[in-house]
């Protein structure tokens, strides 16, 4: 701002302060301190008697970014006030309707006033479907673009990672490599990257990784930092820790991204250490790197050490924990099996609870068994959220858990009353490039009944070494043995008796779950890893767990 003031108070002293040119060359100023120098931009604007294109485009370039309402009604005053836009101007505009997620009217204007053909244009106008959710036009503006250029490619691949389409996205990139018209940048590595993370395919991770390398694409931070996120969802931390160790340049989203790695795969002591050396290294931790810490506490069970991290956001930062950290001192102290604490921490909060803050103590109530806290946990969250099928049967599993199936049907039956109902447990696993789904109770895989067979006969050798059904985890008042035949088709077992069918070499089997495993799935897989000789690693709900030869890396405090 200091050389937007500089330059107005010449121009006073000159006399020119009213000269449109020089009103032009204040506004360009303006523009370029943006968004600091808006509201001086917005004055300057006004004193402009007839302001022409250029006026309009500076402007609403100026707002496009972080006030775009601002430059989209200066767009609606430009047209108001007989101003032709011009191919400067819809860029811009299209930028702020993408920020807005509105503006789809904006495609017959363009092609009304013949920027159907501009490349510029139309690249705006594919991000502004893609931001809206509306893959099939943007798709569509693309493929009938007369010629495109490295920002097309980057800016149609963005849409459909960023609206889940991991897969299209990849398929994308590869027809672009053929095209070979251009060649990709980093931008566009970066959405390939995102793809990848989004659908946790490790072998994918490895040749993207190799991509860069051969392409002598440089590893820059932001490029580092998504290769470590990357691969820790993709379920390889040691890939992460390699590519940490090269960047020779890390900044707080690099440190934090590889702490959250470290605590989602239940590193804590490391991700603990990490966070010390990041501070040491001069690096102020934010929000979200305190969140991973603080997980990491609690994946690991280190109390003191969670309460420690926890008053240094206040103590020694100055910040105001978010609900976020709240709900991390919750999950720490409920799967400490401090629920007591835990209860009082929540009601003393300084701020109200959410729902899944509550949630969050209502899990760690029906891992202890702890029923009357549960119930009346149920009640406060009745009053923020009735209407979730999570909060229903956690506390069914606490009735079942004890053998209370009166309570537990009355449960289950004002589920039924409301019109709640369960989603089932979804695992999927990737055989040659394929995705296969095993669903628990569906049978419509076409290799089911192999499947199955493989699984009864896995789990009659797994008996031998001392595996035990935990039939306590199915909740119904049903025998023995039928617990143990609903038991046995969990997702993910279905899914590790097909990897081990469909695999003859020793390669770790990976599957990702979307609820968080059972005790029975836990104590089968870690059977499963010995017997079988194989790495296990199963990504569910809220981590990774690694299992080999008999033990997982949770060592069983999840």
């Keep these: 701002m200091y050389h937007v003031y500089k330059l107005h108070v010449r121009l006073l002293k000159t006399g020119h302060h009213n000269h449109p040119l020089a009103l032009r060359r204040l506004l360009l100023s303006c523009a370029a301190s943006a968004p600091a120098s808006l509201s001086y931009a917005r004055s300057i604007f006004d004193l402009i008697a007839s302001p022409d294109t250029f006026a309009f485009n500076t402007v609403v370039r100026a707002h496009a970014d972080s006030s775009p309402c601002f430059s989209l009604s200066f767009f609606s005053k430009m047209r108001m006030s007989g101003v032709s836009p011009d191919h ?25 006033l013949g920027f159907d053909s501009d490349v510029y244009v139309l690249n705006g106008l594919i991000h502004v479907y893609g931001c809206c959710g509306f893959l099939d036009f943007a798709l569509k503006v693309f493929e009938e673009m007369p010629e495109r250029d490295l920002v097309s490619w980057s800016s149609i691949i963005t849409c459909f ?14 027809r672009m490599q053929l095209v070979g018209t251009v060649k990709p940048d980093e931008v566009i590595i970066l959405s390939v990257v995102s793809a990848i993370s989004l659908l946790g395919d490790l072998e994918l991770g490895k040749w993207i990784r190799g991509f860069i390398s051969r392409n002598g694409l440089e590893l820059t931070v932001p490029l580092g930092t998504a290769l470590v996120d990357m691969f820790s969802r993709c379920g390889c931390i040691e ?3 390699r590519v940490f160790d090269e960047m020779g340049e890390r900044n707080v989203l690099t440190w934090t991204a590889f702490i959250n790695g470290l605590a989602v795969h239940g590193r804590s002591g490391d991700a603990l250490r990490m966070f010390h050396e990041m501070k040491n290294n001069g690096f102020r931790p934010d929000h979200v790197t305190f969140t991973g810490v603080l997980a990491a506490c609690s994946h690991g069970g280190l109390v003191s050490d969670g309460w420690h991290v926890f008053e240094s956001i206040r103590n020694e930062y100055g910040m105001e924990p978010l609900p976020e950290h709240y709900g991390c001192m919750v999950d720490l102290l409920g799967r400490a ?11 003393e909060m300084p701020i109200r609870p959410n729902s899944i803050i509550w949630r969050t ?38 009735y079942g858990g004890v053998g209370q ?16 109902s369960k989603n089932p447990g979804c695992s999927l696993i990737n055989v040659n490039q394929v995705i296969h789904e095993f669903v628990a109770g569906d049978t419509n895989h076409p290799q089911f009944e192999s499947v199955r067979e493989f699984l009864v006969s896995m789990i009659d050798s797994l008996k031998v070494v001392g595996y035990i059904p935990d039939v306590s985890n199915v909740l119904f008042d049903i025998e023995e043995e039928e617990k143990e035949n609903t038991l046995g088709y969990h997702s993910e077992k279905l899914a590790v008796a097909f990897a081990l069918l469909c695999f003859t070499d020793r390669r770790t089997i990976r599957v990702m779950k979307n609820l968080r495993i059972c005790h029975d799935c836990h104590c089968f897989m870690k059977h499963a890893s010995d017997v079988f000789e194989r790495e296990i690693i199963i990504r569910d709900r809220n981590r990774f767990h690694h299992f080999s030869k008999g033990s997982c890396s949770c060592q069983d405090y999840w």
């Design 337 to 347: 099996g401090l629920l007591n604490e835990a209860y009082k921490f929540v009601e």
């Design 239 to 241: 890939e992460s820790m």
């Design 361 to 398: 103590l209502l899990g760690a109530c029906v891992n202890h068994n702890y029923i009357e806290l549960a119930k009346k946990v149920k009640e406060k969250i009745n009053e923020l959220d009735s209407y979730h099928d999570g909060d229903y049967v956690l506390l069914s599993n606490v």
């Design 161 to 174: 990672v960023k609206n889940g389409f991991g897969y299209e996205a990849l398929a994308l990139f590869r």
């Design 88 to 112: 400067f101007t819809f860029p811009f505009v299209l930028k702020a309707c993408a920020r807005l997620q509105t503006g789809l009217d904006l495609h017959s204007l363009l092609f009304k």
């Design 405 to 420: 199936w009166i309570e537990k049907a009355g449960v289950r039956n004002s589920m039924r009353e409301k019109r709640i």
